[in-house]
């Protein structure tokens, strides 16, 4: 905080010089000491935009630099501190940032950079406030390196500036390395009298307490009082628990037992107590005790020392080997409840030696025997582990699926999640590739399988179409992956892909041209190329890579592209041998006369591609593609002009067997050509392919497009009666919600509100889909009805809260005043995002300034400031104006209100609202000649309403 008060010291003295930057300094300084780190972030990039040669940029790129420290972002910060400490190294706060290098480098694990920073600080600014901490960080950073000796001067040193208990509490670890256990218990005993309160007390009490008992000191640790840790403090419990160790290795074994009431809390205490008890004759209560913990305790140390003790109490005597000890205490005890935990036991040493047929018996057994959780978790991985070892990878999958079901945070998703990724993503579920990828990076990024995961996540997002995230990925997988040179090709087919083709070609420079990367490298060099319409050189490239082709679908992909580059070229004869020479030399003949066919068509050749869709359609009458040439023969007949032709073609395709999708399109086909050429009658072609089929869905599509029809062209008693049809020929139509909302709309289009009104309620009642509701309640607002409309939207928000429904709301909301409207704008906020975020935003401003809540709105204002859509900056600035006269500031206002004027012209609605209240601010401000002025300008753009009182506000004034 005292930074802060340096800072605002330095300032105030040129107020009066830059009070505009003084202003947005302060209003950052503000946000900072109120912890609103976010805003103050947001205030302090907008400062460096408004004032990118201040003589404050400094002081803002420190606070940024501590807001991003306190916000966990250290490498932001780091960056920002080192450019502060290249570039003020005069300013007086430079120690600050000094300092805050140190720290910082310390946070990020960079101990010998951190350690650089601190010894300039203590040598050239010996009296900086922080000097102590510099130590404190200092001894850290030696104790890291096992240098106790300097670690103990820098302790001396830090103390010496400022008693702190951390210092205390680092002092005492150094002193317990070092083997003084005397000097470390005065350190603790100073603590206790001068922190009785402290954490780091009760810290250092609970370190020393641990290394006499790993010295066997349990008499010393006993001695203690139980009364010296708060019992609220977080070290509480730990310090119990050693010192009921310390009274059982003494043999005091009452005092253990009296802590009875803690073993709930902690199962070490539990298990002294177990212990305490075998050894004061009471085995029937410590056999409950240890049946618990061998079970149920989170220690494995516990639970395998439990079940070793009830082993031994069950007359398990000296076990050879744990493998003999557990298969004798299953033979001796099949009705245990430890048969579980002594199965899973055996499984697990059977693993460990190789007998994977062995482990996974065992182990099913295990878990068949309700083995308990935790325990289960590493049978189900080992199961499927030992699948894999097998080289059963099939089942092995399933085995780790069942695993990462069960355990999605366990203890060995390493390998499984690797592989889950795998099989996600050969069945094409990205998102759950990215989720088990993720948790590798993050949880285990010493993974050997951390490369693969970057490399498979750029798969997903190459998959998906986003080539800057897929290029980040394989970027970083390069970094632990040993195949570099398919990662290089798929970055530079990123590069391919978003135009970046001299980076494409230096990309490809890296790939080794060798027969395993040589023909990838060349048919991407070829696209490169083709990207570039380069085309020799890509036939050239496609050439070079024919030599490493050593499979005839390789070869066969080569042609493929000469085909198609020759074509690039306007060489159709050389495109079209090459395509028939593939049709006929590979068992894909039809598949290439197709390609042929498209290739022409696409390049907009509709005689080739009349050409060879029709000799597809002669050939191969019963071919996959068939239907699909029939449709391009047609389209290449309507691309020419010759409608009539493509309508003939395009009707054979309206037939039982066709594939729905091809059906539409040529439906679309017929209506495209009718629009053509007026030869050709929409409505006749219609009713005489209805006559033509009895196909149920084909009818119902042709009445439906005629429906369209009337629809398009307001044909509204035709539309009536081709409705009144469909419902006839199928009933169950009327409960198609889908397209009773079309026939609604369409009737509400027409202005025939009651039966658009009529369908709503019937379809309301039967599925109650938010759409339904929403327009139901456009309906009512067409009908003047803003009540009901408001009740329908509400309806519909309650069904789907999408964010441009809520919007419609609450703009209906706003012209209501409705009680509700805040409640309801903040359930908005925590959804929506981006435009629909703002557009709420300004909703907001409007309710706001409309109620007089005039602080509110203005703080709601700016954070609209900088958008990136010029809708909401209009309407920033217009809010900006009108609440100055809300405030009564007229003469301010007015030049607000006009900049909307002269920077958002083509925001009509706005603009005029902005006009208006400008001119209505010079009548307040007795300037009405340039209100009238204003007002001639815009009065013929004006509704009646605005412009009629606007006019009658200025004769009063005139009079």
Same mark, same amino acid.
């Given at each position: 905080?005292?930074?802060?008060?340096?800072?605002?010291?330095?300032?105030?003295?040129?107020?009066?010089?830059?009070?505009? *930057?003084?202003?947005?300094?302060?209003?950052?300084?503000?946000?900072?000491?109120?912890?609103?780190?976010?805003? =103050?972030?947001?205030?302090?990039?907008?400062?460096?935009?408004?004032? +990118?040669? /201040?003589?404050?940029?400094?002081?803002?790129?420190?606070?940024?630099?501590?807001?991003?420290?306190?916000?966990?972002?250290?490498?932001?910060?780091?960056?920002?501190?080192?450019?502060?400490?290249?570039?003020?190294?005069?300013?007086?706060? &430079?120690?600050?940032?000094?300092?805050?290098?140190?720290?910082?480098?310390?946070?990020?694990?960079?101990?010998?950079?951190?350690?650089?920073?601190?010894?300039?600080?203590?040598?050239?600014?010996?009296?900086?406030?922080?000097?102590?901490?510099?130590?404190?960080? $200092?001894?850290?950073?030696?104790?890291?390196?096992?240098?106790?000796?300097?670690?103990?001067?820098?302790?001396?040193?830090?103390?010496?500036?400022?008693?702190?208990?951390?210092?205390?509490?680092?002092?005492?670890?150094?002193?317990?390395?070092?083997?003084?256990?005397?000097?470390?218990?005065?350190?603790?005993?100073?603590?206790?009298?001068?922190? +009785?309160?402290?954490?780091?007390? #009760?810290?250092?009490?609970?370190?020393?307490?641990?290394?006499?008992?790993?010295?066997?000191?349990?008499?010393?640790?006993?001695?203690?009082?139980?009364?010296?840790?708060?019992?609220?403090?977080?070290?509480?419990?730990?310090?119990?628990?050693?010192?009921?160790?310390?009274?059982?290795?003494?043999?005091?074994?009452?005092?253990?037992?009296?802590?009875?009431?803690?073993?709930?809390?902690?199962?070490?205490?539990?298990?002294?107590?177990?212990?305490?008890?075998?050894?004061?004759?009471?085995?029937?209560?410590?056999?409950?005790?240890?049946?618990?913990?061998?079970?149920?305790? #989170?220690?494995?140390?516990?639970?395998?020392?439990?079940?070793?003790?009830?082993?031994? !109490?069950?007359?398990?005597?000296?076990?050879?080997?744990?493998?003999?000890?557990?298969?004798?205490?299953?033979?001796?005890?099949?009705?245990?409840?430890?048969?579980?935990?002594?199965?899973?036991?055996?499984?697990?040493?059977?693993?460990?030696?190789? #007998?994977?047929?062995? /482990?996974?018996?065992?182990?099913?057994?295990?878990?068949?025997?309700?083995?308990?959780?935790?325990?289960?978790?590493?049978?189900?991985?080992?199961?499927?582990?030992?699948?894999?070892?097998?080289?059963?990878?099939?089942?092995?999958?399933?085995?780790?699926?069942?695993?990462?079901?069960?355990?999605?945070?366990?203890?060995?998703?390493?390998?499984?999640?690797?592989?889950?990724?795998?099989?996600?993503?050969?069945?094409?579920?990205?998102?759950?590739?990215?989720?088990?990828?993720?948790?590798?990076?993050?949880?285990?990024?010493?993974?050997?399988?951390?490369?693969?995961?970057?490399? $498979?996540?750029?798969?997903?997002?190459?998959?998906?179409?986003?080539?800057?995230?897929? *290029?980040?990925?394989?970027?970083?997988?390069?970094?632990?992956?040993?195949?570099?040179?398919?990662?290089?090709?798929?970055?530079?087919?990123?590069?391919?892909?978003?135009?970046?083709?001299?980076?494409?070609?230096?990309?490809?420079?890296?790939?080794?041209?060798?027969?395993?990367?040589?023909?990838?490298?060349?048919?991407?060099?070829?696209?490169?190329?083709?990207?570039?319409?380069?085309?020799?050189?890509?036939? /050239?490239?496609?050439?070079? =890579?024919?030599?490493?082709?050593?499979?005839?679908?390789?070869?066969?992909?080569?042609?493929?592209?000469?085909?198609?580059?020759?074509?690039?070229?306007?060489?159709?004869?050389?495109?079209?041998?090459?395509?028939?020479?593939?049709?006929?030399?590979?068992? &894909?003949?039809?598949?290439?006369?197709? !390609?042929?066919?498209?290739?022409?068509?696409?390049?907009q050749q509709y005689n080739d591609a009349i050409t060879f869709f029709r000799e597809y359609t002669n050939r191969f009458v019963t071919g996959n593609r068939y239907y699909e040439s029939v449709l391009g023969l047609a389209d290449s007949y309507y691309n020419k002009g010759d409608y009539v032709n493509a309508f003939m073609q395009y009707k054979t395709l309206i037939a039982t067997g066709v594939k729905k999708e091809i059906i539409l399109n040529a439906i679309n086909g017929i209506d495209w050509s009718s629009r053509q050429d007026k030869s050709i009658n929409f409505i006749t072609s219609i009713e005489e392919l209805i006559q033509k089929t009895s196909d149920k869905w084909i009818i119902s599509q042709l009445l439906i497009r005629k429906l369209n029809h009337h629809q398009l062209n307001s044909e509204w008693d035709q539309l009536d009666t081709t409705y009144e049809k469909i419902l006839k020929f199928d009933p169950d139509y009327i409960n198609d919600v889908e397209f009773s909302l079309n026939v609604a709309n369409a009737y509400m289009a027409g202005g025939k509100y009651e039966k658009s009104d009529a369908i709503y309620n019937r379809i309301s009642k039967n599925n109650q889909g938010a759409e339904v509701f929403r327009n139901w309640a456009k309906l009512k607002l067409l009908q003047n009805q803003k009540i009901e409309a408001l009740?329908?939207?509400? *309806?519909?928000?309650? $069904?789907?809260?999408?964010?441009?429904?809520?919007?419609?709301?609450?703009?209906?909301?706003?012209?209501?005043?409705?009680?509700?409207?805040?409640?309801?704008?903040? &359930?908005?906020?925590?959804?929506?995002?981006?435009?629909?975020?703002?557009?709420?935003?300004?909703?907001?401003?409007?309710?706001?300034?409309?109620?007089?809540?005039?602080?509110?709105?203005?703080?709601?204002?700016?954070?609209?400031?900088?958008?990136?859509?010029?809708?909401?900056?209009?309407?920033?600035?217009?809010?900006?104006?009108?609440?100055?006269?809300?405030?009564?500031?007229?003469?301010?206002?007015?030049?607000?209100?006009?900049?909307?004027?002269?920077?958002?012209?083509?925001?009509?609605?706005?603009?005029?609202?902005?006009?208006? !209240?400008?001119?209505?601010?010079?009548?307040?401000?007795?300037?009405?000649?340039?209100?009238?002025?204003?007002?001639?300008?815009?009065?013929?753009?004006?509704?009646?309403?605005?412009?009629?009182?606007?006019?009658?506000?200025?004769?009063?004034?005139?009079?």
């Amino acid at each position: 905080m005292k930074r802060i008060v340096l800072l605002f010291v330095i300032i105030t003295s040129f107020f009066s010089i830059y009070s505009a *930057e003084i202003d947005d300094f302060k209003f950052i300084l503000g946000l900072y000491s109120d912890r609103n780190y976010e805003l =103050a972030d947001a205030e302090i990039s907008s400062f460096l935009k408004k004032y +990118p040669q /201040s003589s404050y940029l400094g002081d803002v790129s420190y606070l940024s630099a501590k807001i991003k420290t306190n916000r966990g972002d250290l490498k932001t910060a780091k960056k920002l501190l080192t450019s502060l400490y290249k570039s003020y190294p005069e300013a007086r706060y &430079r120690g600050n940032v000094i300092f805050d290098l140190g720290q910082t480098e310390f946070m990020l694990g960079n101990y010998d950079l951190s350690e650089r920073y601190l010894n300039e600080l203590l040598k050239t600014h010996p009296k900086n406030s922080d000097i102590w901490k510099a130590y404190y960080y $200092l001894a850290r950073i030696a104790i890291s390196k096992n240098e106790d000796d300097k670690a103990g001067d820098y302790i001396t040193k830090s103390l010496k500036l400022k008693s702190d208990p951390a210092s205390y509490e680092l002092q005492i670890m150094v002193l317990l390395k070092s083997n003084k256990i005397e000097e470390s218990k005065k350190i603790v005993q100073k603590m206790l009298l001068d922190y +009785p309160d402290n954490e780091f007390k #009760n810290k250092a009490i609970v370190m020393y307490l641990q290394e006499l008992l790993v010295r066997g000191m349990y008499q010393d640790v006993a001695e203690f009082s139980v009364d010296l840790v708060n019992q609220d403090s977080s070290y509480y419990l730990s310090f119990i628990e050693l010192m009921v160790a310390a009274y059982y290795e003494t043999g005091d074994y009452e005092k253990v037992l009296s802590y009875e009431k803690l073993e709930t809390s902690s199962e070490r205490i539990r298990y002294y107590i177990a212990l305490s008890l075998i050894n004061s004759g009471k085995n029937d209560d410590s056999i409950k005790k240890l049946e618990l913990l061998s079970t149920l305790a #989170n220690s494995e140390e516990i639970r395998a020392a439990s079940l070793f003790y009830l082993a031994k !109490m069950k007359s398990v005597n000296e076990a050879a080997n744990a493998i003999k000890m557990f298969e004798q205490f299953i033979k001796d005890n099949p009705k245990s409840n430890l048969i579980p935990e002594a199965l899973y036991q055996s499984g697990l040493l059977y693993f460990s030696t190789g #007998n994977y047929t062995k /482990s996974t018996e065992f182990l099913e057994q295990s878990i068949l025997a309700g083995i308990r959780n935790d325990y289960k978790e590493r049978a189900l991985y080992l199961i499927a582990e030992s699948d894999y070892m097998k080289g059963l990878t099939e089942k092995a999958i399933v085995g780790y699926d069942n695993y990462l079901r069960e355990y999605p945070e366990g203890k060995f998703t390493d390998e499984a999640l690797f592989k889950k990724a795998i099989h996600h993503f050969e069945k094409k579920e990205f998102p759950e590739v990215l989720v088990t990828t993720e948790k590798i990076i993050t949880d285990y990024p010493n993974s050997a399988k951390l490369g693969l995961a970057y490399s $498979l996540q750029g798969d997903v997002y190459f998959e998906s179409g986003k080539y800057q995230l897929a *290029e980040t990925k394989y970027q970083e997988s390069l970094n632990s992956i040993d195949e570099r040179g398919v990662i290089l090709a798929k970055i530079s087919q990123i590069m391919l892909i978003r135009k970046q083709y001299e980076n494409a070609h230096k990309n490809l420079k890296d790939i080794p041209e060798d027969s395993k990367h040589g023909y990838h490298k060349y048919i991407l060099q070829g696209n490169i190329y083709f990207a570039q319409k380069l085309y020799s050189s890509a036939i /050239s490239s496609y050439q070079k =890579a024919e030599k490493y082709a050593d499979t005839g679908e390789k070869r066969e992909e080569i042609s493929n592209k000469l085909a198609w580059t020759h074509y690039q070229t306007n060489n159709f004869k050389k495109s079209y041998e090459i395509y028939r020479k593939l049709s006929e030399s590979t068992d &894909r003949t039809d598949f290439y006369i197709y !390609m042929a066919a498209t290739a022409a068509f696409s390049a907009q050749q509709y005689n080739d591609a009349i050409t060879f869709f029709r000799e597809y359609t002669n050939r191969f009458v019963t071919g996959n593609r068939y239907y699909e040439s029939v449709l391009g023969l047609a389209d290449s007949y309507y691309n020419k002009g010759d409608y009539v032709n493509a309508f003939m073609q395009y009707k054979t395709l309206i037939a039982t067997g066709v594939k729905k999708e091809i059906i539409l399109n040529a439906i679309n086909g017929i209506d495209w050509s009718s629009r053509q050429d007026k030869s050709i009658n929409f409505i006749t072609s219609i009713e005489e392919l209805i006559q033509k089929t009895s196909d149920k869905w084909i009818i119902s599509q042709l009445l439906i497009r005629k429906l369209n029809h009337h629809q398009l062209n307001s044909e509204w008693d035709q539309l009536d009666t081709t409705y009144e049809k469909i419902l006839k020929f199928d009933p169950d139509y009327i409960n198609d919600v889908e397209f009773s909302l079309n026939v609604a709309n369409a009737y509400m289009a027409g202005g025939k509100y009651e039966k658009s009104d009529a369908i709503y309620n019937r379809i309301s009642k039967n599925n109650q889909g938010a759409e339904v509701f929403r327009n139901w309640a456009k309906l009512k607002l067409l009908q003047n009805q803003k009540i009901e409309a408001l009740a329908k939207y509400k *309806e519909a928000v309650k $069904l789907n809260d999408d964010v441009e429904i809520q919007l419609e709301k609450l703009n209906l909301q706003i012209t209501l005043n409705d009680k509700d409207f805040e409640i309801d704008y903040l &359930r908005f906020i925590r959804k929506a995002d981006g435009l629909f975020l703002e557009q709420g935003k300004i909703l907001y401003i409007s309710w706001l300034t409309e109620n007089n809540k005039l602080t509110q709105a203005e703080e709601i204002n700016q954070s609209v400031s900088e958008s990136e859509f010029e809708i909401i900056r209009a309407n920033h600035q217009y809010f900006k104006g009108l609440i100055l006269y809300k405030y009564g500031n007229y003469e301010e206002a007015i030049p607000e209100l006009l900049r909307v004027r002269y920077l958002y012209p083509k925001q009509t609605e706005i603009r005029l609202k902005a006009d208006v !209240m400008a001119c209505y601010a010079y009548l307040k401000s007795k300037k009405v000649d340039k209100a009238v002025q204003l007002f001639d300008s815009i009065e013929g753009e004006l509704d009646d309403e605005a412009g009629i009182e606007l006019e009658k506000a200025i004769k009063a004034e005139v009079q």
